[in-house]
Each structure stands twice: as structure tokens, then as C-alpha cells.
T-cell receptor
Framework: GAGVSQSPSNKVTEKGKDVELRCDPI?????LYWYRQSLGQGLEFLIY????????KSGLPSDRFSAERTGGSVSTLTIQRTQQEDSAVYLC??????????????FGAGTRLSVL | GDSVTQMEGPVTLSEEAFLTINCTYT??????LFWYVQYPGEGLQLLLK?????DKGSNKGFEATYRKETTSFHLEKGSVQVSDSAVYFC?????????????FGKGTKLTVNP
């Protein structure tokens, strides 16, 4: 597809369950990012992947959160033992590798996670 | 740490009014600056960007100038339309230690009435 694709678009789960969120970046983009958008915290960085380099996980809020990127393309964000405060819209973005500070990040439509 | 502060909304204007949304930043280094827009029910879209001092980004009638001396990147439009109703996010990007991420302001919701 032409843009960043995320699935599912909506996810409702019960507290304590694990969830997996998927992101398909734009073809050819080597950098992939996850962000979280919530009412209280605004837009927060979670994790950054660039090619085969070790990811920057500095934004992950707890060890219940993890992400992987297989084959340098598709990424999965996993939240274990979900809590109500995990309810948010999870956004994925991708960009071309290029000059530092000049990459444009293209965002998917997001996954709205509701933890009951 | 790096941060972005933008004027809190909501902002309500009549069609054809002048728009300014203020944005200032704090960063160690020389960031790139962006405005993203989120229309109702849609994802984030890049509106405009600037990568160095005195650069002016522009798109769809919107403009913003990178002012290093005042660490600002205010968004302006001379005549807003109903279709401009959306949430606007100011953001900066810096590369640190091989990693790069966007740091966003909290967003400003704009409503334009006919």
C-alpha cells in the first residue's frame, strides 16, 4: 500500500490480557517509530527502529511493553497484562533513512486500544 | 530535556479570520521543526517543516518561520476555512546517539465556524 498501515483499527480488551498491535511501514522506509496518544499525556514516543541497529526503547513506559521488527519491515507492539491506563491510540510512523534531523515521518491511522 | 510548548486551545474562529498558533521549543542542539495536523477521524499528517534558522515552511496557505533567536515556530494563516478545523501539533526532531524521535506539543484544537 501507499501509506503506513496499522491493525487492528480498534481493540477492546479486558484488564490483564495481552494485546498485539501491528504496523506495516511504507515500502523502502528503514526507520519505524511507535508513539502513544492519550488525553492526559498527549503524544509520547515509545520506540524507534532503524535498519539492523539496536532499537531505542527509551520511551517504553514499563517492562509490560515490548516491540519487535521482523525482517526490517513489519513491526508488532505487544502489551502484556494490560491495565486501564494503557488505553490510548497507538500510532506507528515510518521514514526514509537520510540526513539527520531531516527525515519526514509518515503516520498510520493508529490503533485505538480500550482496556476495560 | 527537549520540549515543545504550544498555546492551549481550543481556538474558535470565524471563516476568513487570521490564525496564529504559538509554538516555542527547548532543545540542546539544532532541531528540525514541524507542524502536524490531525483532521477529525484521521491520522497525523505533516503540514509543513523547517530545518534551519530563518527557513519558512508553507503549505495549504499555512506558514511558519524557524526563529532561532526566540526558539519559536509560530503557525499562521491569513484566512481560515471551515475545512481547516482540526488539531494542530508543533513538534521538533533531533538525532541523539543514533536515535531520532519527534517531541510533540500538546496540540491545539481549532474550530472554524461558517
Amino acid at each position: 500500500g501507499a501509506g503506513v498501515s496499522q491493525s487492528p483499527s480498534n481493540k477492546v480488551t479486558e484488564k490483564g490480557k495481552d494485546v498485539e498491535l501491528r504496523c506495516d511501514p511504507i515500502s523502502g522506509h528503514t526507520a519505524l517509530y511507535w508513539y502513544r496518544q492519550s488525553l492526559g499525556q498527549g503524544l509520547e514516543f515509545l520506540i524507534y527502529f532503524q535498519g539492523n541497529s539496536a532499537p531505542d526503547k527509551s520511551g517504553l513506559p514499563s517492562d509490560r511493553f515490548s516491540a519487535e521488527r521482523t525482517g526490517g519491515s513489519v513491526s508488532t507492539l505487544t502489551i502484556q497484562r494490560t491495565q486501564q491506563e494503557d488505553s490510548a491510540v497507538y500510532l506507528c510512523a515510518s521514514s526514509l533513512s537520510g540526513l539527520p534531523g531531516r527525515n519526514i515521518q509518515y503516520f498510520g491511522a493508529g490503533t485505538r486500544l480500550s482496556v476495560l | 530535556g527537549d520540549s515543545v510548548t504550544q498555546m492551549e486551545g481550543p481556538v474558535t474562529l470565524s471563516e476568513e479570520a487570521f490564525l496564529t498558533i504559538n509554538c516555542t521549543y527547548t532543545a540542546t542542539g539544532y532541531p528540525s521543526l514541524f507542524w502536524y495536523v490531525q483532521y477529525p477521524g484521521e491520522g497525523l499528517q505533516l503540514l509543513l517543516k523547517a530545518t534551519k534558522a530563518d527557513d519558512k515552511g508553507s503549505n495549504k496557505g499555512f506558514e511558519a518561520t524557524y526563529r532561532k533567536e526566540t526558539t519559536s515556530f509560530h503557525l499562521e494563516k491569513g484566512s481560515v476555512q471551515v475545512s481547516d478545523s482540526a488539531v494542530y501539533f508543533c513538534a521538533l526532531s533531533l538525532r541523539r546517539g543514533g536515535s531520532e524521535k519527534l517531541v510533540f506539543g500538546k496540540g491545539t484544537k481549532l474550530t472554524v465556524n461558517p
